[in-house]
C-alpha cells in the first residue's frame, strides 16, 4: 500500500480484488488514454470494482474499467467503459498471456495512479477463492484484530 514518502498519487484503489481472489503476481503498466479521461483523473473520478484486463493478439487491454466524462469537456468527450490499451514490456504480455490461459487465472487491475505525471495501472494474476476460503480469511483477520484488542487492553492495565 502507499506510504508517506510514495510518490504516487493513488486514484482508485479495487478493494474487494484482495477479497475475492488470492494474489499471484502484480505488475504495472501505462495505460493509454484520452485528454478528457487523464482531466477525469486528476479529479479522483474512476472505478475498478468490474475491470479486468485481457491479452488480445500480443497486446494487453484494460476491460470494463470506469472512467466517468469529465463534466467540462466537449463533444469528443470519451466514453466512460470503453477498452484501453495497457503499455507492458513483450516478455511480460507472454508471460501474463501464458499464465492466464491456466485454469482459475485472470488478470484484475488493483489499483490506477499517477506516478511521476504519467498514469499507471497495477494488474494482478490472480486465482479465485472459494466461498469457505473468503470466510476463513475473514475468520483470520478477526481473531487477528481480538489479539491485538487483547494485547492493548493488557498494556493499558499496567
Known amino acids: 500500500?502507499?506510504?508517506?514518502?510514495?510518490?504516487?498519487?493513488i486514484v482508485a484503489n479495487n478493494k474487494k480484488a484482495r477479497h475475492d481472489y488470492v494474489?499471484?503476481?502484480v505488475f504495472e503498466a501505462g495505460i493509454v488514454l484520452s485528454g478528457t479521461e487523464v482531466k477525469a483523473l486528476r479529479m479522483g473520478r474512476a472505478s475498478l470494482?468490474?475491470?479486468?484486463?485481457?491479452?488480445?493478439?500480443?497486446e494487453a487491454w484494460l476491460e470494463n474499467v470506469h472512467i466517468p466524462e469529465y463534466f467540462q469537456?466537449?463533444?469528443?468527450?470519451?466514453a466512460p467503459r470503453r477498452r484501453r490499451k495497457l503499455l507492458l514490456h513483450r516478455e511480460e504480455i507472454l508471460r501474463l498471456e501464458?499464465?492466464?490461459?491456466?485454469?482459475?487465472h485472470t488478470l484484475i487491475p488493483l489499483s490506477l495512479?499517477?506516478?511521476?505525471g504519467h498514469a499507471k495501472v497495477e494488474i494482478a494474476l490472480a486465482r479465485g477463492k472459494k466461498e469457505y476460503d473468503k470466510r476463513q480469511t475473514l475468520r483470520?483477520?478477526?481473531?487477528?484484530?481480538?489479539?491485538?484488542?487483547?494485547?492493548r487492553?493488557?498494556?493499558l492495565l499496567r
Open 1 to 9: 500500500m502507499a506510504k508517506k514518502d510514495d510518490p504516487r498519487k
Open 23 to 25: 494474489i499471484e503476481d
Open 49 to 58: 470494482i468490474d475491470g479486468y484486463a485481457s491479452i488480445d493478439r500480443g
Open 73 to 78: 469537456g466537449t463533444w469528443n468527450n470519451h
Open 98 to 104: 501464458h499464465k492466464s490461459r491456466e485454469k482459475g
Open 113 to 116: 495512479y499517477f506516478l511521476d
Open 140 to 151: 483470520e483477520q478477526q481473531d487477528k484484530r481480538e489479539a491485538q484488542r487483547a494485547i
Open 153 to 155: 487492553s493488557k498494556e
